[in-house]
Nanobody, 129 residues
């Protein structure tokens, strides 16, 4: 089965760049037609989708984070990476990587529905001086 594992520093200083790596096993990040996504959950708050990289290498970001977020990949290592620049204490959260795909398309509403089927365990990142 597909397994994902987040890794990276658990403490980042304000104004610096948060960098996390997701290592994928049991499947390839180049397999069509999946997205490989980053999601975070601040303490006491809900899940926030940050962005994703498609199997083709195309990237997509949450509008609220686009200016600070960069997702890249290393296909030789079957890894993808999150970089979040200019961090503040509000970026403190548990960060997850996940596999995402289209679950359903509605002809009636012209709507696409997406969801994650595999998740990493998450890693705590604290922004503090």
């Amino acid at each position: 089965q597909v397994q994902l594992q987040e890794s990276g520093p658990g403490l980042v200083k304000p104004s610096q760049t948060l960098s996390l790596t997701c290592t994928v096993s049991g499947g390839y990040i180049t397999t069509s037609y999946y997205y490989w996504s980053w999601i975070r959950q601040p303490p006491g708050k809900g899940l926030e989708w940050m962005g994703a990289i498609f199997y083709s290498g195309s990237t997509y970001y949450s509008p609220s984070l686009k200016s600070r977020t960069s997702i890249s990949r290393d296909t030789s290592k079957n890894q993808f990476t999150l970089q979040l620049s200019s961090v503040t204490p509000e970026d403190t959260a548990v960060y997850y990587c996940a596999r995402e795909g289209m679950r359903y398309y509605s002809d009636y509403g012209g709507m696409y529905y997406y969801g994650m089927d595999y998740w990493g365990q998450g890693t705590q990142v604290t922004v503090s001086s």
